[in-house]
């Protein structure tokens, strides 16, 4: 494997019988594995449910203390081996705090144990045994999440990253839902007649791959990794993907070692999926883990909170739990009992030492209203909707903004499948996709956005080419990346708090669903979209002192400083800089900047170019920095 891990840290002080590697700084992944008993994938007794391994780990200077659940790892190095069998133990720990950590080893042993929180019996071996190790600050900048520290859920609409503060909105890409359905990963399932047709290669992105990426036995793992790299270079910061579709249109992805399998892992796939993941944290991905689709709802344990189950689950949070950002969904479009939503996200807050954000996707009749505040450890929704030019976008994402916030327990609302079944977000290539991409730019980028959302995932609809199942290739939508580069970088660039924003369309003339709109912090920032252009006003009765006005080209990148206006009435905002029948976003910001009174000449054309007199243009730079 070619990584900047390659050389894996050991620390040498470590006291104890793990073997401690990684990078031993905060909000890494530091490893410790140990030498447990030999065995297999096939065993008995069965190594992923028979025994049970989990380490607290604990930082004796603020008193931090947190059970991480470990995993059995075959002979350790499994995604360059294939290997079946081995005697190495893991687990993976981000630590949140600098300096010196101590652990202490849980192994035990007994029919089941693993899904059991009895006691157990001791398996021996390393069980009891304990160690420490030093954590320095963490070194990384930039889109690295390890930079940033873990993506926290903190009774807002919006996530926070721990380290930096900032808050997370999301771009990204929803489809393919089988985007794990892919040649180079270990396992049966690409030749087991179930839905061998859609076995992806990713070739088209083999040439994003860059030198010192990660492979694994030898050159496999380049058209995917590429694949995260072409995502990232466009600035966006998000992938989904399904980790279980055994009963679903795909039927080609799922941890287990064979189709008809549920209790029994695939070490070496499971490993080669952590090099993407991993890949994908270093380039600022968050990781949308959708645990099922609704075909599966019912597979394990007849749709109960078994064993089967929560052995399913635990291996997600061992194998995967460490990264910073990523959301644990319960399911897409899921019709599943209240009782049973409940004990899934139950689940997963019981169970999930870092207590990752955990999400619903639903359906059109099936809305999940009664998991809203203290019913359930949901922390967000991630939403479905049907709208083929998505004007349902702002309406659905405002009603679950301001039904959550009325339980006193706020959601971070998502959509993470705009568009309709049919087509969504059309390729570059389809003679319609100018006016789909005009659509989703207006309606659903902007659209959550001035709700209050926390942004999008891009669903690609399943009658064209590069489609929810078929597609291989994410340049296929090229042209409409960029419009959502645009929009996280003026957000990013110009500070906009919009964590402490809420709707008021009614501060603007022309206001409506579809129509133009108003995110603001009354009396301090406002952020306004002009949905056809035109020249309005914005309220400022409730406001006084000076403002300064920028605006943004949404279809261009182009943003355009206008003069200061003064608050205490209704104020123009003036014409658009040019194309004046278009979309437009203004922000409208408090500043102690005493007012001007030249007239700026703009021309923000669409080839991003802006000229102007008498104040300032800026043309972003192609990078996103996360907000």
């Known amino acids: 494997?070619?990584?900047?891990?390659?050389?894996?840290?050991?620390?040498?002080?470590?006291?104890?019988?793990?073997?401690?590697?990684?990078?031993?700084?905060?909000?890494?992944?530091?490893?410790?594995?140990?030498?447990?008993?030999?065995?297999?994938?096939?065993?008995?007794?069965?190594?992923?449910?028979?025994?049970?391994?989990?380490?607290?780990?604990?930082?004796?200077?603020?008193?931090?203390?947190?059970?991480?659940?470990?995993?059995?790892?075959?002979?350790?190095?499994?995604a360059n081996t294939s290997a079946t069998s081995g005697n190495i133990w893991r687990v993976h720990f981000a630590p949140d705090e600098t300096g010196a950590w101590t652990y202490l080893a849980s192994f035990r042993s007994g029919t089941n144990i693993a899904t059991d929180t009895a006691a157990g019996t001791s398996a021996?071996?390393?069980?009891?045994?304990?160690?420490?190790?030093?954590?320095?600050?963490?070194?990384?900048?930039?889109?690295?999440?390890?930079?940033?520290?873990?993506?926290?859920?903190?009774?807002?609409?919006?996530?926070?990253?721990?380290?930096?503060?900032?808050?997370?909105?999301?771009?990204?890409?929803?489809?393919?839902?089988?985007?794990?359905?892919?040649?180079?990963?270990?396992?049966?399932?690409?030749?087991?007649?179930?839905?061998?047709?859609?076995?992806?290669?990713?070739?088209?992105?083999?040439?994003?791959?860059?030198?010192?990426?990660?492979?694994?036995?030898?050159?496999?793992?380049?058209?995917?990794?590429?694949?995260i790299n072409y995502l990232a270079s466009e600035g966006l910061n998000a992938f989904s993907f399904l980790t279980m579709n055994i009963n679903g249109d795909d039927k080609n992805v799922f941890p287990y070692s064979s189709y008809g399998e549920c209790v029994r892992l695939d070490v070496s796939k499971l490993d080669q999926w952590e090099m993407v993941f991993e890949h994908g944290t270093k380039k600022g991905m968050h990781l949308h883990f959708k645990t099922q689709e609704i075909e599966n709802q019912n597979l394990l344990d007849g749709g109960d909170l078994g064993n089967q189950r929560k052995l399913y689950y635990r291996e997600l949070m061992a194998r995967f739990g460490h990264h910073p950002a990523l959301n644990w969904n319960l399911g897409e479009e899921c019709t599943a009992t209240t009782t049973r939503k409940k004990s899934w996200?139950?689940?997963?807050?019981?169970?999930?030492?870092?207590?990752?954000?955990?999400?619903?996707?639903?359906?059109?009749?099936?809305?999940?209203?009664?998991?809203?505040?203290?019913?359930?450890?949901?922390?967000?929704?991630?939403?479905?909707?049907?709208?083929?030019?998505?004007?349902?976008?702002?309406?659905?994402?405002?009603?679950?903004?301001?039904?959550?916030?009325?339980?006193?327990?706020?959601?971070?609302?998502?959509?993470?499948?705009?568009?309709?079944?049919?087509?969504?977000?059309?390729?570059?290539?389809?003679?319609?996709?100018?006016?789909?991409?005009?659509?989703?730019?207006?309606?659903?980028?902007?659209?959550?956005i001035m709700a209050g959302g926390a942004g999008c995932e891009y669903y690609f609809g399943y009658a064209l080419a590069h489609s929810d199942l078929t597609c291989q290739d994410f340049r296929s939508r090229n042209a409409f990346w960029d419009y959502c580069r645009y929009a996280l970088q003026f957000l990013d660039a110009n500070d906009v708090p919009f964590q402490e924003m809420r709707n008021q369309n009614s501060l603007v003339s022309g206001n409506g669903n579809n129509a133009n709109r108003c995110l603001a912090k009354t009396g301090q920032s406002y952020l306004v979209q002009l949905h056809s252009g035109g020249t309005h006003t914005l309220n400022l009765s409730g406001a006084s002192g000076q403002f300064t006005v920028k605006w943004l080209n949404p279809r261009t990148g182009a943003t355009v400083t206008r003069p200061n206006i003064t608050g205490g009435g209704s104020v123009s905002l003036g014409s658009p800089p040019d194309t004046t029948t278009q979309d437009w976003i203004v922000f409208v910001q408090t500043s102690s900047a005493g007012p001007t009174n030249t007239a700026p000449l703009v021309n923000a054309g669409p080839d991003k170019s802006a000229t102007l007199s008498g104040t300032s243009v800026g043309i972003p730079p192609h990078r996103h920095r996360h907000r």
């Open 1 to 78: 494997m070619a990584s900047d891990e390659a050389a894996v840290s050991v620390l040498p002080a470590t006291s104890g019988p793990a073997i401690v590697s990684g990078e031993l700084k905060k909000w890494h992944k530091v490893t410790l594995s140990f030498t447990g008993p030999a065995t297999s994938e096939s065993a008995t007794p069965n190594p992923f449910t028979d025994y049970r391994l989990n380490v607290t780990f604990t930082h004796p200077a603020t008193g931090k203390s947190y059970i991480v659940p470990g995993y059995y790892a075959a002979d350790g190095n499994a």
């Open 124 to 227: 021996g071996f390393f069980d009891a045994s304990a160690g420490n190790f030093s954590i320095a600050a963490t070194d990384k900048s930039g889109t690295d999440f390890r930079g940033k520290g873990r993506l926290d859920y903190v009774g807002k609409h919006h996530l926070r990253f721990a380290e930096t503060g900032e808050y997370f909105m999301k771009a990204g890409v929803d489809a393919p839902e089988n985007l794990l359905a892919y040649q180079d990963f270990d396992g049966d399932f690409k030749t087991d007649g179930q839905g061998d047709t859609y076995i992806k290669a990713w070739t088209a992105h083999v040439a994003d791959w860059q030198s010192g990426d990660p492979v694994w036995q030898g050159t496999k793992g380049k058209g995917l990794i590429g694949a």
């Open 345 to 448: 996200a139950q689940y997963f807050h019981d169970n999930d030492p870092y207590k990752h954000p955990i999400v619903i996707h639903n359906t059109t009749s099936v809305l999940h209203k009664e998991l809203l505040g203290s019913a359930s450890k949901l922390t967000g929704f991630s939403l479905q909707l049907n709208a083929s030019d998505f004007t349902d976008m702002f309406t659905m994402t405002k009603d679950y903004i301001d039904d959550s916030a009325a339980t006193g327990r706020p959601w971070v609302v998502a959509c993470d499948e705009p568009g309709d079944s049919q087509y969504s977000l059309r390729p570059d290539s389809d003679s319609g996709a100018a006016t789909s991409h005009t659509n989703a730019r207006k309606n659903a980028i902007w659209g959550n």
